[in-house]
């Protein structure tokens, strides 16, 4: 222990105490129940609209609150905003009573300001990456594409102050699923008029949710505190949450283990096995997968057989074992293995044999010819030592050259979206409990694309099987889909399936081991002993 003890300490000196030092300044007393955890990053935006990670995603849940909010047990659809809704029999139309709630400056919440919010989302120009999210309501596609100049043909009704209709192209299942999500949260239209695009900043942000934003110090923390003016501010425990954004693993976890942290949910992969014995340590599966793009818009990789040779080239099962300790499950597929009755179709094995000679037919026998490309991954010592491993093992088994680039967060997704990468580090947790939140992201122009791929038959499965209303067609129609990603045109290459590894503190209650890892804020509580 005293040896584990030491090892944290020269870590944290050799990796920023600086850090640590800076965290712990404090310009007023934290408030009494404060649960703080870190973030891993600074995040890319505020806008619920413009956000897409995880990073994000954390912040949105405790700024702003859509109609339907999550269970904080099972996750399942809760009344949010909306007190109550209405599902017609065909499952076509969601009608939304609103309770009477308020933004963060008192003004009254109303139907309209769901309108306002989810039409901002689907204009084309406001870029939204995550507007196919809205696609399920009716024309809402075919507004963001500007096929359709009308929105009042877009299936989003305001009949009265509280109460907002919503009619869908087809019967959708997990639509309640995907109104808690982010992009359907509402923003407040005098904010944004007023400040443009520093609305979200501190002093001007106006918001719904459990908690306000009271200070954000780029690099340092972000600290938002308890909303007295939140509809349901009695049932709120905690007094305020402070997200810090600590890349490096080892500072976090120094800082967990000095009692600056109450929540660490990523881990210094070489330090599990010791971790593993610690009394706050949690392991629960994840609805989450680690992956690689490939960028198919230029040469090397818009040759399919370039992208099977690397993917066949990479030993998944040893890099689990070796890098991540055995804490993870390699990936041969895109869905993870968690949303029965849905079954992927079995993956590609590792083959460096294969994979050389499909290299050789490419044009580059042995790695001969072959441009040197590069691996883009954001700051995190886990995904460098992953991206070391794979340089070497494409190395050995293609004989190809690889550069890594680590780039910061919002750098790194900037080159991600512009396609201006050969291979990047990616994930993707689910947004819902559905097979299709992995599978829809890779249609021709997703959002989420980023690889620049295109495959017609891809298109019109995962279109087919929106519009089925049998549940064992449309798992066949996906699998099919999965098929053709995985096994036949490989944009991505999976490489592990996530697993919830973390140190949580005792004195924190309210919170519970999920799939998607998603914990409200608002239910949370700290016990000081």
């Given at each position: 222990m005293r040896k584990f003890v030491i090892l944290l300490a020269a870590a944290a000196i050799a990796?920023?105490?600086?850090?640590?030092?800076?965290?712990?300044?404090?310009?007023?007393?934290?408030?009494q129940k404060t649960f703080t955890?870190?973030?891993?990053?600074?995040?890319?935006?505020?806008?619920?609209?413009?956000?897409?990670?995880?990073?994000?995603?954390?912040?949105?849940?405790?700024?702003?609150?859509?109609l339907v909010t999550y269970h904080p047990e099972t996750l399942a659809p809760a009344p949010g905003v909306a007190e109550s809704w209405d599902i017609s029999e065909d499952g076509l139309t969601y009608t939304f009573h609103l309770r009477e709630s308020t933004w963060s400056n008192g003004v009254p919440i109303t139907a309209d300001d769901f309108l306002y919010s989810w039409r901002r989302a689907l204009e084309p120009e406001t870029a939204a990456e995550y507007a196919y999210q809205l696609w399920y309501i009716k024309n809402a596609r075919a507004y963001t594409e500007g096929k359709l100049a009308d929105f009042s043909q877009v299936g989003?009704?305001?009949?009265?102050?509280h109460t907002l209709e919503v009619t869908l192209e087809q019967p959708t299942p997990y639509f309640l699923g995907l109104v808690a999500f982010e992009t359907f949260m509402p923003v407040p239209a005098e904010c944004i008029e007023?400040?443009?695009n520093r609305w979200t900043r501190p002093g001007n942000i106006v918001s719904n949710g459990p908690f306000v934003l009271t200070e954000w110090k780029p690099q340092a923390k972000i600290v938002m505190r308890k909303n007295p003016r939140y509809w349901d501010a009695a049932a709120v425990r905690l007094d305020a949450i402070v997200a810090l954004p600590i890349a490096n693993e080892d500072t976090a976890l120094s800082l967990y283990k000095t009692g600056g942290l109450d929540w660490l949910d990523s881990l210094p992969a070489p330090l599990i096995p010791q971790l593993k014995k610690h009394p706050d340590?949690?392991?629960a599966p994840y609805l989450g997968i680690y992956f690689y793009r490939f960028n198919c818009t230029r040469k090397p990789f818009d040759d399919p057989r370039v992208r099977r040779a690397f993917n066949l080239a990479l030993d998944k099962a040893k890099l689990c074992r070796f890098v991540l300790h055995g804490e993870y499950e390699p990936a041969?597929?895109?869905?993870p293995p968690m949303l029965p009755p849905y079954e992927s179709p079995e993956g590609l094995a590792y083959d460096p044999d294969r994979a050389a000679e499909l290299l050789a037919e490419a044009g580059y026998p042995g790695g001969r010819g072959f441009p040197r490309i590069t691996l883009v991954y954001n700051t995190s010592k886990r995904h460098e030592d992953i991206a070391v491993v794979a340089q070497e093992m494409w190395k050995e088994a293609l004989g190809v050259d690889i550069n890594l680039v680590n780039q910061e967060w919002k750098v790194y997704l900037q080159t991600t979206n512009r396609l201006d990468y050969d291979i990047a580090r990616?994930?993707?947790?689910?947004?819902?409990?559905?097979?299709?939140?992995?599978?829809?992201?890779?249609?021709?122009?997703?959002?989420?694309?980023?690889?620049?791929?295109?495959?017609?038959?891809?298109?019109e499965l995962i279109r087919a099987a929106a519009e089925t209303l049998d549940p064992a067609r449309r798992n066949d129609l996906l699998k099919e889909a999965e098929d053709i990603l995985v096994n036949q045109e490989l944009p991505i290459m999976p490489v592990f399936f996530y697993a919830n590894l973390?140190?949580?503190?005792?004195?924190?209650?309210?919170?519970h081991q999920n799939a998607r890892n998603l914990h409200p804020f608002k239910n949370l509580d700290v016990v000081r002993p």
């Open positions: 990796t920023g105490i600086y850090a640590l030092v800076a965290l712990r300044e404090r310009e007023e007393p934290a408030p955890f870190n973030n891993g990053t600074e995040p890319e935006t505020l806008d619920p609209a413009l956000m897409t990670g995880v990073p994000e995603h954390r912040i949105a849940i405790a700024l702003f609150e859509g989003v009704r305001v009949t009265d102050p007023q400040h443009g340590y949690h392991k041969t597929v895109f869905v990616a994930s993707w947790i689910g947004d819902y409990t559905d097979p299709n939140t992995f599978l829809d992201m890779f249609v021709t122009g997703g959002g989420n694309n980023r690889t620049g791929w295109s495959n017609e038959r891809y298109d973390s140190l949580l503190r005792p004195r924190v209650k309210g919170f």
